[in-house]
């Protein structure tokens, strides 16, 4: 799982990091939606990792930006 976000990175260089961060954005805003509506542990344990997975969609992209707009006022 440590390697998903290195996937992501490269895969963010193939497609457009604004996309891959709004899938992002997307899983975590649906996985705090579903949060309060869960009945069970498994259910929340389940929800966190979907919230793990959104952080890792959401960081290469963002990592990306930063580094063009860094070299863009350089």
Do not use: C, H
């Not at 497609?15 to 309060?36: K, Q, R």
């Amino acid at each position: 799982m440590q390697s998903f976000p290195l996937r992501l990175a490269f895969l963010a260089k193939k497609l457009d990091p604004l996309e891959i961060y709004i899938i992002g954005l997307v899983l975590g805003f649906a996985s705090l939606v579903l949060l309060p509506s869960t009945s069970n542990l498994y259910q929340i344990i389940g929800l966190m990792i979907i919230s793990g997975i959104d952080m890792a969609f959401l960081w290469p992209p963002v990592e990306a930006m930063v580094a063009y707009i860094a070299r863009k006022r350089s």
